[in-house]
């Protein structure tokens, strides 16, 4: 393997054209203080001759739809000429300056930005670690997205620095803003390793390194390489260089667990609970997680949705196709694990049934544009940012089903995939739900328009019972009367999204945010369903069941006396003796194969 090490770089000028040089903007990153979770960031502009100059940070990071305000962490904000003569300069909006350049040729602009959160798009400094993304560090100046960067890093004694930019000379270089703001860096004491799928290398910083054991780096390594691998041959390619796998590990409580996909990296976190059980097997998130960031490569950091091409860091940007973008991934990255190996095929169904179970729990009618729009805002009733998952990953299977059945498997969502990134991504724009829809007719769906209007646009429920059996998966409706607390879970097990109003969680105190330890006497384990027990150890029993929470650092017991609700369910099995025809669409969507 190739690794790079390197402690802190010296800051001098990289050999560059003199054009070059001229119109890039120089970074430095420092540490102000690590125990104080504040890294110093320089920044010098080349001014073109203008009088005033006008920079901004982002407000969002691509990816994550939410609005984040990043230059709410700046302090000490300052500017200076070349010979450290300071500048006149004032806010122009929220997450906007203006620097006054006196007929400067450049200006040197300085802040430090405190990094004290636990986030996939945001900032962290600890007392031998940090990381960051672009979009948190990284000005640029209005109108001048296209202008390249080099980065430098002047860091203690003993820091390592990794990050998605390429190395360039002494430093680091950005051929624009976008790929200096998609860039995810470690600095620190981490671990290191890499491997090499079909010629390129990928590699991993895991964060803290006492988490990254042998046995952890043999499974890791493992799984991102068969999964590489499979997407590569699925897509035509790795669209990378360097392609690097950012991990880290969290051993404080958090609420969350998931990655963030970048044009050349994946950043994950994970809770220590949610990483590895006391034998050191993986969580059930860790493999659908990995599968799910490394396809993002090609659908959403290169197959993008019209409304986000160009990228606006100031403000949001609204499209109907992030069902696409999101849970389509998510269907591919299952059956990336499916496909490479990972997962049997009774791991796959198993997971797919957990999306149905959680399409079919969602307390009204639901459409998948509609969430697609609203996750900006985090909707509370109905948590649209997470239903376009599990929603979108059974369309992207009913879609594939239908067009494989149609053509006598001839054509697949794969082809619809491929298309859209050669149409498209490597025509340089991005795609309307009009273009999608072109494509799938293209590729023998039937009644595109009709099933568009119905189950994406619209509000009916899924047709399960229509399509599935066509891939030899048979569907059974049911209907339960059982025990009901009335919670809901955020993106960790057993950490509450949310309570039912009125409901018998509710009634007895307990708060989105809780996070479950205990109900009666059955521990709540993360990635573990622990429903059936309750429902079937208390079924019968009247009278409150205690249910011990966090809270704030704190545990408490709350007394939730159980409700009862009847649940109407859909079941999925594998057909005994499926048709040839069926048998045929389910090895197509297993191995990726096509009739030729």
């Given at each position: ?18 054009k ?33 100059l ?44 203006r ?21 996939l ?19 640029y100046?209005?109108g ?69 054991t ?60 949610m ?18 960031e ?20 100031r ?76 929603k ?95 919670v809901?879970f ?55 069941v ?31 003796n ?19």
């Amino acid at each position: 393997m190739r690794l790079y090490r390197w402690s802190a770089i010296a800051v001098v000028p990289l050999l560059l054209s003199p054009k070059a040089v001229a119109q890039a903007v120089r970074y430095e990153v420092s540490v102000s203080s690590a125990t104080g979770h504040l890294y110093h960031v320089k920044a010098e502009f080349p001014t073109s001759g203008l009088d005033t100059l006008v920079v901004s940070l982002p407000a969002w990071s691509p990816g994550n739809y939410e609005i984040q305000n990043y230059a709410r962490f700046v302090r000490h904000f300052a500017v200076h000429d070349a010979t450290g003569k300071a500048l006149f300069w004032d806010r122009l909006d929220k997450d906007t300056w203006r620097a006054g350049t006196a007929k400067n040729p450049t200006v040197t602009i300085e802040f430090d930005y405190y990094a004290d959160t636990i986030d996939l798009s945001q900032a962290r400094l600890v007392a031998d670690f940090g990381q960051f993304l672009g979009t948190n560090l990284f000005l640029y100046q209005k109108g001048h997205l296209e202008r390249a960067a080099e980065v430098r890093f002047a860091l203690p004694s003993g820091w390592d620095v990794m990050t998605a930019l390429p190395r360039a000379a002494d430093g680091y270089r950005a051929a624009d803003y976008n790929e200096l703001a998609d860039a995810q860096t470690f600095v620190g004491h981490f671990a290191r390793d890499s491997i090499s799928v079909d010629g390129k290398w990928i590699r991993i910083g895991f964060w803290p390194s006492a988490d990254y054991t042998p046995a952890t780096s043999k499974n890791l390594k493992d799984g991102i390489g068969r999964q590489a691998a499979t997407q590569n041959k699925l897509m035509g390619g790795a669209p990378y260089d360097v392609y690097t796998v950012f991990f880290n590990i969290i051993h404080e409580p958090i609420q969350f667990g998931g990655g963030l996909e970048h044009a050349a990296s994946q950043y994950d976190i994970l809770p220590t609970e949610m990483y590895v059980d006391a034998s050191g097997n993986f969580g059930s998130f860790v493999r659908p997680l990995t599968a799910h960031e490394f396809f993002h490569l090609w659908n959403v950091k290169r197959i993008r949705p019209a409304e986000m091409w160009p990228y606006d860091y100031r403000a949001e940007q609204f499209t109907p196709l992030l069902w696409w973008s999101e849970g389509v991934t998510d269907y591919y990255g299952d059956l990336t694990d499916l496909r490479s190996g990972l997962w049997s095929d009774s791991d796959w169904l198993g997971n797919t049934q957990n999306n149905v179970d959680q399409v079919e729990q969602i307390p009204e009618p639901w459409s998948e544009e509609d969430g697609s729009i609203a996750t900006w805002i985090n909707e509370i009733y109905d948590n649209s940012s997470q239903m376009y998952y599990p929603k979108g990953s059974l369309t992207g299977l009913l879609l594939d089903i239908s067009i494989r059945n149609a053509t006598d498997n001839r054509h697949s969502l794969d082809e619809v995939t491929r298309n859209l990134y050669t149409r498209f991504y490597q025509q340089g724009k991005g795609f309307r739900t009009a273009d999608l829809l072109t494509l799938l007719t293209e590729a023998g769906m039937p009644d595109v328009n009709g099933f568009y209007q119905r189950y994406i646009n619209g509000r009916d429920p899924l047709p399960y019972e229509q399509i599935l059996p066509l891939a030899g998966i048979a569907v059974q409706r049911t209907s339960q009367t059982s025990l009901f607390l009335g919670v809901s879970f955020g993106g960790v097990a057993n950490v509450l999204g949310g309570v039912v109003d009125g409901g018998p969680a509710q009634q007895a105190g307990l708060q989105a945010g809780d996070t479950i330890v205990s109900v009666g006497d059955i521990t709540v384990q993360p990635d573990k369903d622990w429903g059936p027990t309750f429902r079937s150890r208390y079924a019968g029993k009247t009278g409150p069941v205690p249910v011990v929470v966090r809270r704030g650092g704190q545990t408490m017991t709350l007394n939730v006396t159980p409700g009862q609700r009847t649940v109407t369910g859909v079941q999925l099995s594998r057909i005994t003796n499926p048709t040839a025809k069926a048998a045929k669409v389910w090895q197509g969507i297993a191995t990726g194969a096509v009739e030729k």
